[in-house]
């Protein structure tokens, strides 16, 4: 079920953090805030004309143009997500938002764990990256503009998914962001390889872990706790298309996705690629930042029943991301002429591996008929297919997609094995289609 609340209900609450969130307006003691830059130019979309006195207007106000209606807020630049939380902000993007080659910036979904942090005032260039550890034979401190000068910088099309994607469908309930299908996307990326810095660093023999650490804030607001701090080991971290990056789609990273700089593990679970990146750790050991202990992004290491404890002992860290694919047109739900063929289109990923095959099925799975699917522009990208496919008779149809990676592992019709936290449900994708004469 997803959550969306109104402006009134989230003003109510926190005058203070609705203007953050809404505004990227930052508020000082004085309660009088200042909007500019992308604040004031949400703000000014959002009412629809500038606002030529802005810098008066008080913290926590809800413009006259919107105060007449509690409809559920949007995230400025995100308009058609769904919004899923808002403390901290979740929002995902309908399967059919999701039909471009590569995901535009507007349609990436969005997946935080604190309070973001104020960007506005940053000097990107100056913006500095620290990396030490146990394991760091040649700690290093350097800035965003050393960074784009010292290494040979890479744009690849890489693939980004919630390890939570598709949690809204089991049963018993797990908890967390209800997702449904949208918390994936494969936007252009720019940066430089990882393993170029670790390798100036010198990574010692006994190193088994990257992990990260970040500018965002625990929504406690307490400055000793830290939202998040994943990683991954050392042979992900030295693979090709690991990227610090600070470009998404050719345009610097909107600050919702970790502006300045920020890591990209492709293919494993999202919170690997930390955000609003500060600090890098070479472990010799595995990781034991936030959310990395206890059940978080682990699933049981044998199968369980549906709703069984399983102790924290008994699960295993998620790595690479199972194989999966998405209907992104048409959209589900659409009326169509039986006499006439439907195209079909979609992508289809498998975490760390490749996607060979394709399938469709229009009688709940009975038969399944082979979609053209094209290879990969690099590794880590998602992949494309297309097809048609004819109706037999007038009435209700559903569309199933399944795909096969390259170790013959495939999607299942139904959903996968529960786990308590709702991972990595990669059932085939449906969409509905009323047929008619």
């Given at each position: 079920m997803?959550?969306?609340?109104?402006?009134?209900?989230?003003?109510?609450?926190?005058?203070?953090?609705?203007?953050?969130?809404?505004?990227?307006?930052?508020?000082?003691?004085?309660?009088?805030?200042?909007?500019?830059?992308?604040?004031?130019?949400?703000?000014?979309?959002?009412?629809?004309?500038?606002?030529?006195?802005a810098k008066y207007m008080p913290a926590g106000l809800i413009p006259a143009a919107l105060a007449q209606t509690d409809a559920p807020f949007e995230i400025p630049g995100k308009n058609g997500l769904m919004v899923l939380n808002d403390r901290p902000i979740n929002a995902e993007t309908p399967a059919h938002l999701l039909d471009d080659r590569v995901t535009p910036t507007n349609r990436l979904f969005v997946r935080n764990n604190g309070i973001p942090p104020f960007t506005d005032d940053i000097e990107p260039l100056a913006w500095r990256l620290t990396i030490e550890g146990e394991s760091c034979l040649r700690p290093l401190s350097i800035t965003l503009e050393e960074l784009k000068g010292r290494y040979k910088r890479h744009t690849l099309q890489l693939q980004i998914e919630c390890g939570g994607n598709g949690r809204s469908e089991f049963y018993p309930a797990a908890k967390g962001n209800q997702w449904t299908t949208g918390a994936i996307g494969c936007p252009e990326w720019t940066g430089v390889r990882l393993r170029d810095v670790l390798d100036d660093c010198g990574v010692a023999r006994d190193a088994v872990y990257v992990a990260y650490e970040a500018a965002d804030t625990h929504l406690s607001g307490d400055p000793t706790k830290r939202p998040i701090s994943r990683g991954v080991p050392i042979h992900k971290a030295m693979e090709a298309e690991s990227l610090l990056v600070w470009e998404m789609n050719g345009e610097p990273l909107p600050p919702l996705h970790g502006y300045p700089l920020r890591l990209l593990c492709a293919g494993w679970p999202a919170s690997v690629s930390g955000k609003w990146l500060q600090r890098l750790l070479i472990r010799d050991r595995v990781h034991d930042g936030e959310k990395m202990t206890g059940q978080s992004y682990r699933v049981p290491c044998k199968p369980i029943e549906p709703g069984e404890a399983v102790a924290d002992q008994d699960m295993c860290i998620i790595e690479s991301m199972p194989v999966k694919s998405l209907i992104t047109y048409p959209k589900s739900g659409i009326q169509h002429p039986r006499d006439q063929k439907l195209n079909l289109r979609g992508h289809a990923w498998a975490g760390d591996d490749r996607v060979r095959r394709l399938y469709t099925s229009v009688d709940f799975g009975a038969t399944w008929q082979a979609a053209k699917l094209d290879k990969p522009v690099n590794r880590l990208a998602w992949q494309h297919w297309q097809t048609s496919v004819r109706f037999p008779a007038d009435g209700y149809f559903e569309v199933w997609a399944r795909a096969e990676d390259d170790n013959g592992e495939s999607q299942p019709m139904v959903l996968p094995g529960w786990n308590p936290r709702g991972y990595l449900n990669n059932a085939c994708h449906r969409v509905a289609v009323m047929v008619h004469a």
């Open positions: 997803k959550k969306l609340r109104g402006m009134h209900e989230l003003y109510a609450e926190d005058e203070i953090y609705a203007d953050e969130m809404l505004w990227r307006r930052k508020t000082p003691l004085t309660r009088r805030g200042f909007l500019r830059g992308a604040g004031l130019s949400a703000m000014s979309a959002a009412v629809g004309a500038s606002i030529p006195f």
